[in-house]
């Protein structure tokens, strides 16, 4: 290996252990962040149920009405689980009012048990809209509300589940219908949250946003978890803040994704504070890709935006980063994030002069339309580190099919010349991999072997190589096809079938590929697999131009004998074109001289050729005579 080649090898290698490093430490911030927030939701869950004394249940809609009346009244049901038993339909008729308020929150367990509320019609004058107006230190989980529609003129903050959510949890909740608003907060789940939020799903579309709204919560100080959101978010007021997932941000939003198209960000529109987005995905169009605002201690890190971003300040991660003072910039960070790429769009829109850590963000292109089903398959399992790493995977294959520049912006200079050096192998594994089963399904078998030999260790490989190989050579046989195996030269060697005794077929190389003596021992009569090149053949010659899938089926490289020229070969097929060197080789300018065995043993130290014009030489050339070409006889044995 040259100098060159020596230096572009450290500098790769030392691209790779960043890159590797780089991406160990954003799983283990990733890890943290979940199992940190995991507990906490837990510890939430347990010191409120454990509390629980009495318990009532729902079995019908007079009896959803006497819950809801109670609630009003001021009864809070604190310590007390509250289970709805059945379905309820209102049928588009007008509630009364909210489950709670400010100055009767509700605190107890309300347990949906995966039942429906349908066609819920919610318009109240009071401060906090929604199914729950007002909940304190309560858990709503297992509910689902179709076709709901709340209307507001003065709340201060609205949701589809509830309005405003105080020191509690919300789960495995659904709301899908519309919102109208002319004031305050408001989400899809919560208006205004500062509970925990997890396994929770939107529909539908929400208008008039003057302040904070969310396809799941308007103004978020609590934490969201494994959250998708496909309502679509309308605001009127441009100052507002809208995002697919929070409005605005205080606290941790981790592992969401959001569908819908928002006029802001797509999953946040304002991030502040000691705020985090951690691996949250955006496929709708939005004005922003993940955050429209970033500032103060907000972190985004390691989110995709999939979707489409227009307006005056689209940008494919964040539109605004940084703060305009040193004093309120503690922790601003945007680090390992994936975005679609268009010519015209910057990944960040605006920088102020103190705007943090930005580093270690990619666009992406396009993948198809089953690659982005995988994607939303993974994410539907809440499998989102696995999502991000398939699309990053993706992202590193097209990059190598295009000649396109390798993530890193420090090393790309270094490594156009050389993009396979840089893709770690797994991901060329995997992707040859992919494609020769599919070759192997539409029966294109040699393709298909061509590219399981490249990745003869990876997986099973090697076995559907060798599948792959038997059938190429039963075509061979069947249509009278010339076949391509092993590589002399660096050139394919090309094989036409002979015979076949006894599941043995024998094919006889078309070329010439090399000048060689025979050499023998020292004994005056020998038989021919008592020779050097015999044994060259068998030996170092068969490992250095077949691979390990097909000398799985070589028994025996040889040469012809002349019963079997005469038997097999016309005229023009004796003559032997050649890939060694014509200048080394007896022979006119296109044809040369080539090896046979006699059909008993070696005598007089000598061996039979065939002519350049095709003729059988029994008086042949001696033994050490280096200037004949050698056409191999390959036979396999295919049921092995």
């Not at 080649?5 to 790769?12: D, G, H, R, Y």
């Not at 010191?47 to 009405?65: G, P, Q």
Request: hydrophobic share 35%; proline share 1%.
């Amino acid at each position: 290996m040259d100098k060159k080649n020596i230096k572009i090898f450290l500098i790769q290698l030392a691209s790779i252990m960043i890159i590797a490093f780089i991406l160990f430490k954003w799983q283990n911030s990733i890890e943290k962040g979940t199992n940190e927030y995991t507990e906490w939701m837990n510890d939430i869950r347990e010191d409120i149920s454990d509390n629980v004394t009495s318990s009532i249940e729902i079995n019908s809609l007079d009896e959803w009405n006497s819950f809801v009346n109670s609630v009003y009244e001021g009864l809070n049901y604190e310590n007390c689980k509250v289970i709805l038993n059945t379905d309820i339909d209102f049928k588009g008729r007008y509630i009364r009012g909210c489950i709670g308020s400010y100055e009767n929150p509700f605190k107890g367990i309300f347990d949906g048990n995966n039942h429906t509320i349908k066609n819920i019609n919610i318009s109240s004058g009071t401060e906090f809209v929604g199914l729950f107006g007002y909940t304190q230190n309560a858990v709503i989980e297992n509910l689902m509300i179709l076709n709901g529609n709340l209307y507001s003129n003065s709340a201060i903050a609205t949701g589809g589940i509830a309005g405003y959510s105080e020191n509690g949890t919300i789960l495995n909740c659904r709301f899908d219908g519309t919102i109208n608003i002319k004031s305050g907060d408001v989400g899809g789940i919560v208006g205004n949250n500062l509970s925990g939020l997890s396994n929770c799903k939107t529909n539908g579309t929400i208008n008039s946003v003057y302040r904070g709204a969310g396809g799941i919560a308007g103004d978020n100080k609590g934490t969201i978890y494994h959250c998708e959101n496909n309502i679509s978010i309308y605001r009127k007021n441009l100052t507002s803040e809208a995002g697919g997932i929070v409005g605005y941000n205080c606290n941790l939003i981790e592992s969401c994704v959001n569908y819908g198209n928002i006029n802001g960000g797509g999953v946040v529109e304002w991030n502040r504070g000691i705020a985090q987005v951690r691996e949250c995905f955006n496929f709708g169009n939005t004005y922003a890709g993940i955050v429209s605002t970033n500032s103060d201690n907000g972190v985004i890190e390691q989110c995709v935006n999939y979707g489409k971003v227009f307006g005056r300040y689209a940008a494919g991660i964040v539109a605004f980063v940084g703060q305009s003072n040193e004093k309120d910039n503690y922790g601003n960070k945007v680090e390992g994030c994936l975005y679609l790429n268009t010519i015209w769009m910057p990944p960040i829109r605006k920088k102020s002069a103190i705007q943090g850590i930005v580093t270690n963000n990619f666009s992406i292109h396009e993948i198809s339309a089953n690659g982005k089903q995988k994607i939303v398959f993974m994410l539907k399992r809440k499998q989102y580190s696995k999502a991000y790493q398939y699309l990053l995977l993706k992202e590193q294959m097209t990059r190598k099919q295009r000649g396109i520049e390798i993530l890193s912006g420090i090393i790309a200079s270094y490594l156009v010349g050389d993009m396979v050096w840089l893709i770690p192998p797994l991901v060329r594994n995997c992707k040859n991999y992919e494609e020769a089963i599919r070759q192997k399904k539409c029966g294109n078998y040699h393709k298909a072997l061509l590219l399981f030999e490249q990745i003869i260790k990876y997986k099973d490989s090697r076995q559907y190589g060798a599948v792959c190989l038997k059938k190429y050579i039963k075509w061979g046989i069947n249509n009278q096809k010339n076949i391509f195996i092993g590589v002399c030269k660096k050139k394919p060697i090309e094989w036409m079938f002979i015979a076949s005794n006894s599941g043995i077929y024998t094919f006889l190389a078309r070329e010439g590929l090399f000048t060689e003596c025979i050499q023998a021992s020292d004994k005056e009569i020998c038989e021919w697999k008592d020779t050097e090149l015999f044994e060259t053949l068998n030996g170092t010659w068969k490992r250095e131009c077949f691979n390990e899938i097909e000398q799985s089926v070589i028994c025996e490289i040889s040469l012809m004998t002349i019963d079997e020229v005469n038997k097999y070969l016309n005229k023009e097929q004796k003559k032997c074109e050649a890939i060694c060197s014509l200048d080394k080789a007896l022979g006119n300018t296109k044809y040369v001289y080539w090896w046979i065995c006699d059909n008993k043993k070696i005598k007089n130290n000598k061996m039979p050729l065939v002519t350049s014009e095709g003729l059988i030489s029994t008086r042949g050339k001696i033994l050490s005579f280096p200037n004949l070409a050698v056409r191999p006889v390959l036979k396999v044995i295919l049921n092995k």
